[in-house]
C-alpha cells in the first residue's frame, strides 16, 4: 500500500491548486448537466462534472484517489465519445481535447500523489498521451482528405462550345457562366512553379463595410473592373499598369451592407445596331468581343456598371470618359418611379447582364429595414442610349415603363440583387429573384409577391414580360433568396441534349430546368415540413426538395454541437434543446430561439458555381453553418433601439446582417446569429466542416469527390488565429473558376488563401497567401501567348477578413 505525502513543499502546493481547478471545472459541468437533462439531452456532462469535483476535492487533499478517479472519468469519457460519434476527428476535439489536457496535468502531478515509484508511473503515463496524440493528430488529418473520387468521366455530348479562352468578356467568364477557360498552358503538372507577376491596388478602402467582391473582365489586352465604391478601372493585361479612371463620385451614405462592386459589363455597339422590337421581335445575338476593343468611334465599346447609388454607369471603354449619348451625359438612375429613396435603400452591387442590345438589371434592396422598402421593379435599358425599353413591376403587369404621374413602382416587391443570366438565342434573361421586403414575416404579401419570390424567373428582353418561372421555396420567410448566378449547360438526355439552366440555392439544393419552358429535367419532390411559428395559416405544406443533388447535410441532433471544450459543447447542447426545431424549413418562432440550418449564406451564395463541360461536372463550393435566429416582437425591439435607415434613433456602426434588423411595418424585428456563435468564445456551435468543395458528375448527380475547404490558420477562440494548416473547412464567399488544365482556382475562404485544386482529385496543388481576404471569383485569361490568373482581395467585414485593394496576376515564369 502506498503511503499517502504530507503535503509540504512547493509542489504540493502546486498539486493542491491544480486540485481546486479541477473542482472549479466541475462546477459548471454540474449545473448545466442537470439543465441538459431537464431538457431531455444527455447525462455525461452531469457524471463529468461530479467526477472532476470528486477528483479535484481528492487531489487538493493529496490523495492518490483523486487521480483515479480522473483516470476513470477519462475512460469512461473515451468510450462515451466513440459511442457519440465513432471516429470522426472533428467531433472528437472538444470531447477529447480538453480532457486529454487535464489528463496531462493529472499525470503531473502524480510523482505527489504516489510517492517513491510516481515519477516512474508519470512518465509511463505521459509516453501513452503522447502516443494518443499522435493517433487522434493523424485521425484529423485523414478527415480532412478528399473523398475517393469515383469512376466517373467521359466529355459530354455537345457540351457547350461558348467557354473563355483568351479573353474573360463576361462576369461569369462567359453570358453561360460557365466560369470555364479553354486555357490549358497552367497545368496539373506545372501550378506548383505559379509566381506573382503584377500587383494593382485600386486605392479605394473603405473604413467600415468593405468588401468589394470584385471579378475583373479581360477583353483584348485589357482589364476592366470597378473598385469597391465603384471607380472604374482599366488596367494594362500584361503588365496591369493602369490605363484609365473613372469615378462616378460615390458617396458613402449610399453603401448598403457592404460596398461591393461585384463586376462590370462590356458592349459594342456594333453589335447593337438591330434593337429588339417592341412586339418581341428576334434581334441578332451580339457578337462576343474576342480581340483588342479599339473601335474609332467614342463609346463604341463600353464598360457599364451599376453604382452603390443606384444609377447605371456607360464609359468608353479606350478612354474611361462617359459616354454622352448614354442617359444623361453617360448615367441612368434606376430609381426613377420608386419615389422615397433614402440612401442605401437602393444600390446595385452586381454587375448588368446585356441581353440583345438591352441592359438588365436589379438592385439590392438594404434587407429588414421596412415592409414598406422601395420597389423591386426590374428594369431593362437600351445598351446605347440610356432609354427605359421596359419595366417589370410583378403586381402591376400593367405598368410596362415608368409608373403613371403620381404613382410609383408598387413598394416591398421581392428584388434581385445578384446577376442575371442571358441566352440571347432564346431571347431571354433568367432573373434568381429574392424575397419581399421584411424577409421573416410574410402576412402582408400579395400573392404576386408569393409566385415571384425566391423563384427564377425568365423575361422575354424584348418585352420584360414573364416566359416562365421556377420557384425554390414557397413562402419564404427564411431569407433563402436566390443568390447565385443561374448557369447554362446542355443537359444530356435520351435524345442527345436539351438546352437548360443550372440552379444552384441556398438550401444547397441544384436544381437542372429546360431553360426554353422551366420545366425540370430532374426530378423534384414536394415533401411535408414543419408547421407552426408565428404565422401558422401562412405556412406551407411542402416545399421543394431536388433529387438530382443537394449540398446540404443530413438534420442536425444534439450531437452535431461543438466548442473548444466540453463546457462550451454543453452550452450549444443547452441552446439547441432550448431551440425550436423540426429540420429544415423550421417556422420562425418569438418565444425561443429557432434554428435555421443552412443558414442564409448557403448552400451556394453570391459566388454561384462552375461547369467543366469536357468532363461534365459541376464544381461548387459551399458553406454547412445553421443560424440560430428569433423573432423579437416590436416593443422588444423598440426597447433595444433596433430603427431602420433614415430614422434618426438608428444604431450606427457594423452588425452582422439580420443582428437586429429593424423590419418596421411589421410586428417582429429579426434578431439573426449567423452560423450559431458563441457569444464566449466567438466560436460556432455546429462541429466542423464550416464550408466544403465538391465535384458532381451533371448526368448522374452523384458527387464525384467533396472535402472540406479552408484552412483554420485564421480562425481561433476570441478571434485569434490558431495558424494551424490544418483543412477545418471555413465559412466560404466568392466562386472558383475551372481550365482544361484540369484546375480548379478558387479564394473565398477566411483563410485568406488562393488555391490551385487538382479536378480529379480535390487535392490542393499550389497555393499563396493573400494580403486581404479574397472574397472574389478568379478569372483566367491569357496575353501574348502568356496565361494570367487574375484575382480581386479586398478582404470582407461579414467574413471577419483583412480588407484591401489588390488586384494581382498570377503567370508561370516568363522564359522568353
Avoid at 502531478?109 to 516512474?120: I, K, S, Y
Avoid at 435524345?495 to 437542372?512: M, R, V
Avoid at 473547412?729 to 488563401?753: C, E, R, Y
Wanted: proline share 8%.
Amino acid at each position: 500500500m502506498v503511503r499517502e505525502p504530507r503535503g509540504r513543499g512547493p509542489w504540493a502546493v502546486a498539486v493542491r491548486i491544480f486540485g481546486v481547478f479541477v473542482a472549479l471545472l466541475g462546477l459548471p459541468l454540474v449545473v448545466g448537466g442537470v439543465w441538459l437533462i431537464a431538457l431531455g439531452g444527455s447525462f455525461y456532462y452531469l457524471l463529468a462534472g461530479l467526477g472532476l469535483i470528486g477528483s479535484g476535492v481528492m487531489i487538493f487533499r493529496l490523495r492518490s484517489l483523486g487521480a483515479w478517479i480522473y483516470l476513470g472519468l477519462f475512460l469512461l469519457t473515451f468510450v462515451w465519445a466513440l459511442w457519440e460519434v465513432g471516429l470522426n476527428g472533428w467531433a472528437l476535439v472538444p470531447r477529447l481535447v480538453a480532457p486529454a489536457v487535464i489528463l496531462a496535468g493529472v499525470i503531473a502531478c502524480l510523482p505527489v500523489l504516489l510517492g517513491r515509484g510516481g515519477g516512474r508511473t508519470a512518465l509511463i503515463g505521459g509516453g501513452v498521451l503522447a502516443v494518443a496524440a499522435l493517433a487522434f493528430g493523424l485521425l484529423i488529418a485523414q478527415a480532412n482528405r478528399p473523398v475517393s473520387p469515383l469512376s466517373v468521366g467521359g466529355e459530354l455530348p455537345n457540351a457547350m462550345a461558348e467557354t473563355a479562352g483568351a479573353d474573360w468578356p463576361a462576369y461569369g467568364g462567359t453570358h453561360g457562366a460557365q466560369r470555364y477557360s479553354a486555357l490549358a498552358q497552367i497545368n496539373r503538372e506545372n501550378v506548383g512553379r505559379l509566381e506573382r507577376a503584377w500587383t494593382f491596388r485600386t486605392g479605394d478602402l473603405p473604413e467600415e463595410k468593405w468588401g468589394a467582391e470584385t471579378t475583373p473582365l479581360k477583353v483584348g489586352d485589357t482589364l476592366y473592373l470597378c473598385s469597391a465604391r465603384n471607380v472604374l478601372i482599366a488596367l494594362d493585361a500584361r503588365t496591369g499598369q493602369q490605363r484609365w479612371r473613372y469615378d462616378p463620385g460615390v458617396s458613402d451614405d449610399w453603401i448598403p451592407y457592404t460596398a461591393a462592386c461585384r463586376g462590370v459589363a462590356y458592349f459594342e455597339t456594333a453589335s447593337a445596331t438591330t434593337q429588339p422590337g417592341s412586339g418581341g421581335t428576334p434581334a441578332p445575338a451580339p457578337v462576343r468581343p474576342a480581340g483588342p476593343a479599339t473601335p474609332s468611334a467614342p463609346c463604341a465599346a463600353r464598360i457599364i456598371e451599376g453604382t452603390l447609388d443606384g444609377r447605371l454607369v456607360a464609359v468608353d471603354a479606350r478612354t474611361g470618359r462617359p459616354c454622352a449619348d448614354f442617359g444623361d451625359k453617360g448615367s441612368v438612375d434606376i430609381k426613377t418611379g420608386m419615389g422615397d429613396v433614402i440612401p442605401g435603400m437602393v444600390s446595385i452591387t452586381s454587375a448588368p447582364t446585356i441581353v440583345r442590345g438591352v441592359v438588365v438589371t436589379g438592385h439590392q434592396v438594404l434587407d429588414g429595414q421596412y415592409r414598406s422598402a422601395p420597389s423591386g421593379v426590374i428594369k431593362g435599358f437600351d445598351a446605347v442610349t440610356g432609354e427605359l425599353r421596359w419595366a417589370w413591376d410583378m403586381t402591376r403587369p400593367d405598368i410596362t415603363g415608368l409608373p403613371p404621374e403620381g404613382q410609383t413602382y408598387t413598394r416591398g416587391t421581392p428584388n434581385m440583387w445578384t446577376t442575371a443570366t442571358g441566352d440571347d438565342q432564346l431571347g431571354l434573361v433568367y432573373l434568381p429573384m429574392g424575397n419581399s421586403a421584411a424577409d421573416y414575416y410574410s402576412s402582408q404579401r400579395s400573392p404576386a409577391e408569393n409566385r415571384y419570390s425566391t423563384s427564377l424567373v425568365a423575361l422575354d428582353v424584348a418585352t420584360g414580360r414573364p416566359a416562365w418561372s421556377f420557384q425554390t421555396v414557397h413562402m419564404d420567410v427564411w431569407d433563402y433568396d436566390l443568390g447565385s448566378q443561374a448557369t447554362l449547360i446542355d443537359y444530356p438526355t435520351g435524345g442527345g441534349t436539351t438546352p437548360a439552366i443550372l440552379l444552384p440555392s441556398k438550401q444547397g439544393d441544384l436544381y437542372i430546368l429546360d431553360r426554353r419552358t422551366g420545366q425540370p429535367l430532374t426530378r423534384v419532390e414536394e415533401r411535408p415540413v414543419p408547421q407552426g411559428g408565428v404565422e401558422p395559416a401562412q405556412r406551407s405544406r411542402t416545399q421543394p426538395f431536388s433529387l438530382f443533388h443537394t449540398l446540404a447535410k443530413g438534420r442536425l441532433t444534439e450531437k452535431d454541437m461543438w466548442g473548444m471544450s466540453p463546457i462550451d459543447q454543453m452550452v450549444c447542447r443547452i441552446g439547441f434543446r432550448q431551440a425550436a426545431y423540426e429540420g429544415p424549413y423550421t417556422p420562425p418562432t418569438a418565444d425561443r430561439r429557432w434554428i435555421q440550418y443552412p443558414g442564409y449564406n448557403g448552400g451556394s451564395d453570391w459566388g454561384g458555381v462552375a461547369v467543366d463541360p469536357r468532363r461534365g461536372w459541376i464544381i461548387a463550393n459551399y458553406n454547412d453553418m445553421p443560424n440560430f435566429n428569433r423573432l423579437v416582437p416590436r416593443q422588444e425591439a423598440d426597447r433595444l433601439g433596433w430603427f431602420p435607415r433614415g430614422d434618426p434613433r438608428e444604431k450606427k456602426g457594423p452588425a452582422a446582417e439580420g443582428a437586429g434588423d429593424p423590419q418596421a411595418g411589421v410586428p417582429y424585428a429579426i434578431d439573426v446569429n449567423a452560423g450559431w456563435r458563441m457569444g464566449s468564445t466567438g466560436m460556432l456551435c455546429k462541429q466542423p466542416p464550416y464550408g466544403g468543395l465538391r465535384a458532381i458528375d451533371i448526368r448522374t448527380g452523384r458527387t464525384v469527390w467533396d472535402r472540406p475547404f479552408g484552412t483554420a490558420r485564421k480562425n481561433g477562440p476570441f478571434g485569434v488565429p490558431s495558424m494551424l494548416p490544418i483543412d477545418i473547412g471555413t465559412p466560404n464567399n466568392g466562386g472558383a473558376a475551372v481550365s482544361a488544365g484540369g484546375l480548379i482556382f478558387i479564394a473565398a475562404a477566411t483563410d485568406d488563401l488562393i488555391r490551385a485544386v487538382d479536378i480529379e482529385t480535390g487535392e490542393t496543388l499550389w497555393q499563396d497567401r493573400l494580403p486581404a481576404g479574397g472574397q472574389a471569383n478568379p478569372i483566367l485569361y491569357e496575353q501574348d501567348g502568356r496565361q494570367y490568373l487574375v484575382l480581386m482581395a479586398g478582404g470582407h467585414h461579414f467574413m471577419e477578413t483583412p480588407k484591401g485593394d489588390y488586384v494581382i496576376a498570377w503567370a508561370l515564369p516568363d522564359r522568353r
